[in-house]
C-alpha cells in the first residue's frame, strides 16, 4: 500500500481570471506533520479545500488516499478530520452535546478521548456554544475533528484565535496525537514558532506554487545567509547556483542559497580572494528569503 496520503500534480485553481494555484505539485506521506506556511492571500485556504474535495480544481489532479479530492467516498471521508477557518458550530448546544451529537455520525468516535481533551483545554461541558469566547469555539472545532481519531488531520490555521498559553497546551496535544499512533496533519500557519514546535515537514506555498517541501531539519541545512568580503570589488552577480537573493555593496556580499551543501566556497576564495561567514537562519528568515520578501540584514561584514 502506498504510503502517499495526499498527491497533487500541476494543480491549477482560477477563480474567474485570477490564478491563485500554478501547476501546483505536492506530496504528504503517512505520519508527516506539514506546516503549510505562506503570506496572507497566498492560497493556502484554497490549496487545503482543493484537496479535500471541497473546491474544484481548474486543472490538474488531487487525491487523497489514493482516491480523486472531488469524488472521495464516504471511506476516505470518514478518516478526515477538518477545521476551516470558517467553522461553523451549532450555537444552541452545549459544549458536550454537541461532541455527541458529532460521534453519532462516526463509527470510530472516541467520546473518552474528547472528555479528556475536553477537561485539558478547560472548556465547560455545559456551556452553551453560542456563548463560547472565539478561541474556546476553536479550541471546540479542533476536539471535533479530532473525536473520530481522523487519520488525516486538516487545519487551516488552527491557533489563529488562541493566546499563547492556550496555543502551547493546543500543540502539545497534537504532538501526543501523532506520537501515539500514526496520523498524518496538514496546518496552514503563518506562526513560524509553532510551526518549529511541531512539524516534521514544512512547505512555503509561494507565487501560487510550493516553493519548499522538506524536512524541517534538512531545510535549515539547505537554506543559509553567507556575508562575503573579498580583496577587491565583487561583479554585481556572482553567479552562484541556488541564490535566493543577492545583494553586493562593493567588496562586500550578502546572499541567501538555497542549496548550502551543495554550494562550494573554495570556489569563492579562490575566484574572488574573498572570506565568506556562513549563518544559519531561523524559519520566519528563511521564509523571507524563499518568498522574496524585503528583509534588512546590512551588507557590511559583521566584525
Ligand atoms: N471564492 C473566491 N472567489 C474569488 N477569489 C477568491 C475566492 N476564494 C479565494 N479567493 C482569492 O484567492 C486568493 C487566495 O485566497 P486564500 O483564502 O486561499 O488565501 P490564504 O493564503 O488562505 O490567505 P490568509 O492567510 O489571509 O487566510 C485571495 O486573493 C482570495 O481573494
Request: hydrophobic share 40%.
Amino acid at each position: 500500500m502506498s504510503n502517499v496520503i495526499i498527491q497533487t500534480e500541476n494543480l491549477c485553481k482560477q477563480f474567474q481570471k485570477k490564478r491563485v494555484l500554478s501547476d501546483l505539485d505536492f506530496q504528504v506521506r503517512a505520519g508527516e506533520v506539514v506546516g503549510l506556511l505562506g503570506s496572507n492571500g497566498s492560497g493556502k485556504t484554497t490549496l487545503l479545500k482543493c484537496i479535500l474535495g471541497l473546491l474544484k480544481t481548474t486543472s490538474g489532479s488531487s487525491s487523497v488516499f489514493d482516491q480523486d479530492s472531488w469524488d472521495l467516498d464516504a471511506s476516505a471521508k470518514a478518516r478526515i478530520g477538518y477545521v476551516s477557518q470558517d467553522f461553523a458550530l451549532l450555537p444552541w448546544m452545549t459544549v458536550l452535546g454537541l461532541t455527541e451529537y458529532t460521534g453519532a455520525f462516526y463509527d470510530r468516535w472516541d467520546q473518552e478521548f474528547v472528555n479528556l481533551l475536553i477537561n485539558e483545554w478547560k472548556l465547560d461541558q455545559k456551556q452553551r456554544v453560542g456563548t463560547l469566547s472565539a478561541g474556546q469555539r476553536q479550541k471546540l472545532a479542533v476536539i471535533v475533528a479530532l473525536g473520530h481519531r481522523p487519520d488525516l488531520l486538516v487545519l487551516d490555521e488552527p491557533v489563529a484565535s488562541l493566546d499563547p498559553a492556550a496555543r502551547r497546551q493546543f500543540l502539545q496535544s497534537l504532538i501526543e496525537f501523532t506520537e501515539n499512533e500514526a496520523h498524518t496533519i496538514l496546518f496552514s500557519t503563518h506562526i513560524t514558532s509553532d510551526l518549529e514546535r511541531i512539524a516534521s515537514h514544512v512547505a512555503f506555498l509561494v507565487d501560487g506554487n510550493i516553493r519548499f517541501n522538506s524536512e524541517l531539519d534538512s531545510l535549515k541545512n539547505q537554506v543559509k545567509r553567507i556575508r562575503i568580503t573579498a580583496a577587491e570589488n565583487l561583479p554585481p552577480s556572482l553567479g552562484l547556483p541556488g541564490t535566493l537573493r543577492e545583494q553586493i555593496d562593493g567588496n562586500h556580499g550578502l546572499l541567501a542559497v538555497n542549496d548550502f551543501e551543495a554550494l562550494n566556497l573554495e570556489f569563492l576564495s579562490r575566484e574572488f580572494q574573498a572570506t565568506a561567514t556562513v549563518e544559519d537562519l531561523n524559519l520566519e528568515e528563511i521564509f523571507l528569503e524563499v518568498s522574496g520578501a524585503p528583509i534588512q540584514p546590512e551588507v557590511e561584514a559583521v566584525s
